[in-house]
């Protein structure tokens, strides 16, 4: 066992509770947070381009934990250089620093691609990133191999604003806003990729989407695609650099796309995002969804790329989609009526919740670490059916979701692992979605996307629910 | 005499005692050329100081402790890791704010397998929170005492701690945060201790600058708050033992068996109350010399507590660590008792150790962790007939691979002397040499030694790698060229090294094992190698069908050449002659 029985103690929030009148009206922190930091999505969406390193300018120890993270979550190697301050360039600045990290990163990976990211160190320091790589690009380097220098993009990504969400969704961003429509015009008679923005999915969905397209005869170009790179097999010769990924011609062939479709119906509030760039730059049609999760999202996915396609649905997923229907009828004695709460990144929040909603279940209360004011919204946008009978809660953390949460009588928890010892004391399943997973095999592989991903989620939840019902009977039937 | 006689017939060593490994060893000066080779001039001269082939007679000089070159990727850690994830995160009763944005705290969270169990006269255990500041733009512009005070204050009103200690992380540093002021304010106003520690990540070479700054603030603000020895005789401190996936429950259970009683694990599943008595036993045994050897000098300068060296990682380290601990208290029924123990432990375990041994003897190891693992666990290899042939730490220093004779003559660089050194003198009331200068000359008399850390090199084989820091390109260089049957290291290359097809064991988390301290520990350990050594998963990466060409010139090739044809005929006429079972009338004509 790892760390004892439930803590004796009552859990409150410290941001929540009325103040003691010595605490002052501002929140004062956050106790077991239910959010990253956003160098963390930088790093996972970098490592969805082919040949990128990501690089994280401040001290070692960022890009250690982040890495450390990041590896219990997909069980690959994942190699993220640092820019190593030491007390020296915290207070002198890190230009050297970067220069010669950029330059060993070439030497040791000849990658295609060096990721910059900062971190709060260098944020604070107000080091100005962009100026340096001028410098760099500008400067002679005397690099001894043959081959092109990387590329170079810089994203900011402060921890001290904003979470892992939008540290990944900046890095999609500054992706497409660097490399969109840097090559000649696409050539005249070729069907120009789709352009596919998913967010933070799991590599398994994102295999999934591509197996979608290919089977329907729809060329895309996913951003990032971290399928091959963050879960790949095991090797018969070590790959410095895992194959897979977007490739920067993809991302640059983006500005010719017959649309952009962004998953993210929280997202899909920000005005500046990957899309709306294609959009306003390109003038690429872009569509803004919700993660396809559940029939109604999955719906409206599957009509948007019919419509730029032009080509009908595929019978086969007509058919995923009738089997997901039926499990619904098959399951709906068991989930009608349960409650879940559910917790973790909003966009995945949200479409979980339209989705438990389909189901009959109740997302009694839907909570993020995220705070935008847009969760709720867009839960009850697609989901009215939910008006009245939730809580969201944006900005949480563990503490603000316990509060409480008994008098709601939930029955199941869906989210990342952070949430076992809420669950354990609830003395109720939890159905691991999002991240980190650190505690189960096979995160990577969890799947949650389109009808098929539906399907796998739907008996999860289903099955959990089943298993605690069986595991608790007093008769113990095998047969329920 | 060892407890665990060798029948050199079965099991050949070598003139030293190292088991012989069953391939011949690559030569090791061009192995390092090959590493060393990739590298720029600057940096191939930083490396070729960490890079080492050893000789443990007079082992050369090596570059430890010096700073990682920027954009190689390494496995260390920062200054806030190691102070506040490694040496004061397993107390388990005081609350541990880290002062900063989301994520430093996040990644502490539990991720260092430092077990705890509330017991029933201390049922709090703080361990499974965690408490951030989370400082947003606003505290970095203006400044986030206000914040940390605010919470101080709610999570003394919430959880009413012992204690509370606080981390600075790097932002924290720069925009100039008085976490100290801030923190004797709340001391004065909640009536509780409060401390915090400048442990900003960009400190310091690696996290070992961050235990130092721990084992400062330890000693500062805890130890000795409180003069109550425990009545047990034979009292001592284990110090550097993390409890990782239980070690220190093994030792404390193997220890109490022999009589010895532990007054505190600095710091391994321990309360405050321990930490603030620790100065009342009577002798500190050190396991990780590089995270705690700190606080073992200054508790003797202090306090009269002598330390000594020991290690519980190994059976035959087990037992002469047992040894070690009796001599020094010099009581015959102790002394017996030892015996006792030893004897009933090492026939527990002989039956695994033969077995395993049988599989496993003649394989190699390689080790890269820890300031003190890489050397520990090379016992636990020993004991099952492998043969380490390279090892080096992520964070230690020079004495730790040479041996503390080469002290004196340790380059204090800019980043060390960053790190504050207190300036400690003997208590004057509570100081009490616990041995008197007779009784010590007694003991050296008769081969006992203080302080005694004799480095790793020392004990490892003639002409084996000794690599300080290594990169991943070092470690795909030695896994070509040595191909070692098994690696220890940790969760950030454990996924590189197996995609290469070496099992790799982390010797940081144990793979959510363990534990794998003293007798019943070492089964474990010796378990688990020849299950990683011994799968044949490995064997299954290439299949069957791309290995045997024989499977293709067997069935031709494939079902359109022209060999296959009559096949295909076959088939072809099957299916013109099948007709639909019940015809349609929109079928029948087929």
């Known amino acids: 066992m790892e760390t004892t029985q439930p803590t004796p103690l009552c859990l409150v929030s410290p941001s929540t509770t009325p103040s003691g009148g010595d605490s002052g009206d501002a929140p004062s922190g956050s106790s077991n947070p239910c959010k990253l930091c956003t160098p963390l999505g930088a790093c996972i969406a970098f490592k969805g381009v082919a040949g990128c390193v990501p690089l994280l300018h401040g001290s070692q120890g960022c890009s250690t934990y982040i890495r450390r993270y990041c590896i219990s979550h997909y069980r690959e190697p994942i190699d993220i250089a640092s820019s190593n301050f030491s007390e020296d360039s915290a207070v002198f600045g890190g230009r050297r620093n970067l220069h010669l990290s950029i330059d060993n990163i070439t030497r040791q990976y000849r990658p295609a691609l060096v990721g910059i990211a900062t971190t709060c160190l260098s944020e604070t320091m107000g080091e100005n990133v962009p100026m340096m790589l001028a410098e760099y690009r500008a400067e002679e380097r005397s690099l001894p191999e043959e081959g092109e220098a990387p590329e170079l993009v810089h994203v900011s990504t402060p921890s001290f604003k904003g979470t892992h969400v939008d540290g990944f969704h900046a890095t999609v961003r500054s992706l497409v806003n660097t490399f969109a429509g840097k090559t000649e015009a696409h050539p005249a008679g070729v069907v120009a990729p789709v352009a596919l923005f998913p967010g933070m999915v799991s590599p398994a969905d994102l295999r999934h989407l591509r197996t979608v397209f290919g089977l329907w005869g729809v060329p895309v170009s996913i951003l990032p695609d971290y399928s091959e790179t963050l879960d790949g097999p095991s090797w018969a010769d070590y790959e410095r650099l895992p194959a897979g990924g977007t490739t920067l011609d993809e991302i640059r062939g983006m500005a010719w796309a017959p649309g952009a479709v962004e998953f993210g119906c929280v997202l899909a509030g920000e005005s500046k995002t990957a899309g709306a760039i294609l959009a306003e730059r390109f003038a690429v049609r872009h569509h803004r969804l919700g993660l396809p999760i559940g029939l109604r999202e999955t719906d409206r996915f599957f009509g948007v790329v019919e419509a730029i396609s032009g080509r009908e649905v595929p019978e086969l997923f007509e058919r995923e989609r009738g089997r997901l229907v039926d499990s619904y009828v098959d399951g709906h004695k068991y989930l009608a009526g349960r409650r879940a709460v559910v917790y973790g990144e909003s966009d995945l929040v949200a479409a979980l919740a339209i989705f438990l909603a389909e189901t009959g279940?109740?997302?009694?209360?839907?909570?993020?670490?995220?705070?935008?004011?847009?969760?709720?919204?867009?839960?009850?946008?697609?989901?009215?059916?939910?008006?009245?009978?939730?809580?969201?809660?944006?900005?949480?953390?563990?503490?603000?979701?316990?509060?409480?949460?008994?008098?709601?009588?939930?029955?199941?928890?869906?989210?990342?692992?952070?949430?076992?010892?809420?669950?354990?004391?609830?003395?109720?399943?939890?159905?691991?979605?999002?991240?980190?997973?650190?505690?189960?095999?096979?995160?990577?592989r969890i799947q949650h996307l389109c009808y098929a991903g539906s399907q796998q989620l739907y008996d999860r939840i289903a099955n959990a629910l089943l298993e605690r019902k069986q595991d608790g009977s007093e008769v113990g039937y095998s047969y329920l | 005499m060892s407890d665990f006689p060798t029948n050199s017939a079965v099991d050949p060593c070598d003139a030293e005692g190292f088991p012989r490994s069953n391939a011949p060893l690559p030569d090791p000066a061009a192995t390092r050329e090959e590493m060393l080779k990739l590298y720029p001039p600057k940096t191939r001269k930083k490396r070729e100081k960490q890079l080492l082939v050893n000789d443990p007679v007079t082992p050369p000089e090596i570059g430890a402790n010096t700073r990682t070159v920027p954009g190689i990727i390494s496995q260390r850690g920062c200054t806030y890791a190691g102070c506040r994830g490694v040496v004061i995160g397993p107390i388990h009763d005081i609350l541990h704010i880290t002062h900063g944005p989301v994520g430093c705290g996040y990644y502490s969270w539990l991720t260092r397998r430092n077990l705890g169990r509330p017991r029933d006269d201390q049922p709090v255990n703080y361990l499974q929170y965690c408490m951030s500041t989370d400082m947003m733009e606003e505290e970095i512009i203006f400044g986030g005492e206000k914040k940390l005070a605010a919470a101080i204050r709610e999570a003394y009103r919430i959880f009413k701690p012992k204690a509370i200690a606080v981390y600075a992380t790097c932002p924290v540093g720069l925009i100039g945060d008085d976490i100290h002021t801030v923190c004797r304010q709340a001391k004065e106003e909640l009536g509780i201790n409060v401390f915090g520690f400048s442990c900003e990540g960009y400190k310091g070479v690696s996290q070992s600058a961050g235990h130092h700054i721990a084992n400062n603030g330890v000693f500062k603000h805890m130890v000795g708050l409180l003069d109550e020895p425990d009545p047990e005789p034979f009292r001592i401190n284990v110090l550097g033992e993390y409890n990782i996936g239980g070690d220190a429950w093994e030792i404390d259970t193997l220890l109490k068996k022999c009589g010895i009683h532990v007054t505190a694990t600095l710091s391994g599943d321990i309360s405050y109350e321990q930490i603030c008595k620790c100065h009342t036993s009577d002798l500190n045994v050190v396991m990780c010399h590089r995270s705690i050897n700190y606080m073992a000098e200054m508790m003797e300068v202090k306090f009269g507590i002598p330390w000594i060296k020991v290690n519980f990682i190994g059976a035959e380290q087990s037992a002469k660590s047992l040894r070690k601990i009796a001599k020094y208290f010099g009581d015959q029924r102790l002394l017996d008792r030892v015996e006792e123990v030893i004897a009933q432990e090492t026939s527990a375990l002989r039956p695994v150790l033969e077995d395993v041994k049988s599989r496993c003897k003649g394989k190699t190891a390689a080790m890269f962790v820890g300031g003190s693992r890489a050397h520990h666990y090379q016992h636990l290899f020993k004991d099952i007939g492998m043969l380490t042939v390279a090892a080096g730490y992520e964070f230690a220093h020079r004495d730790d691979y040479e041996g503390r004779r080469v002290l004196p003559t340790i380059k204090v660089d800019a980043d060390s002397r960053n790190i504050e050194e207190l300036d400690v003198e003997a208590d004057p009331t509570r100081f009490s040499p616990r041995k008197s200068p007779e009784q010590i000359a007694a003991l050296a008399e008769g081969g006992f030694s203080f302080k005694d850390y004799e480095g790793m090199m020392t004990e490892m084989r003639k002409s084996t790698l000794v690599i300080d820091d290594i990169s991943h390109h070092e470690i795909e260089k030695l896994i070509e060229i040595y191909k070692p049957d098994i690696i220890g290291s940790g969760i950030k290359d454990k996924f590189v090294i197996e995609k290469f097809g070496v099992p790799c064991k982390q010797l940081h988390s144990y793979d959510y094992g363990g534990p794998y301290a003293a007798f019943t520990g070492a089964a474990n350990f010796y378990l688990e190698v020849d299950r990683m050594i011994n799968t044949k998963v490995w064997k299954l990466v290439t299949p069957s069908w791309k290995k045997d060409p024989k499977l293709r010139e067997n069935f031709g090739v494939g079902i359109d050449s022209a060999g296959n044809k009559a096949i295909r005929d076959t088939v072809a006429g099957m299916a013109k002659a099948w007709k639909p079972r019940k015809t349609g009338p929109t079928d029948a004509e087929g």
């Open chain 1, 361 to 444: 279940v109740t997302p009694v209360l839907c909570a993020s670490g995220e705070r935008n004011g847009r969760l709720e919204p867009a839960i009850l946008a697609a989901a009215p059916e939910l008006a009245g009978k939730i809580q969201v809660l944006e900005g949480s953390d563990f503490t603000d979701i316990s509060e409480g949460i008994a008098s709601l009588a939930p029955d199941l928890l869906i989210g990342s692992s952070k949430g076992h010892k809420l669950a354990r004391e609830l003395g109720i399943p939890l159905v691991r979605c999002g991240f980190p997973i650190h505690d189960r095999i096979g995160a990577q």
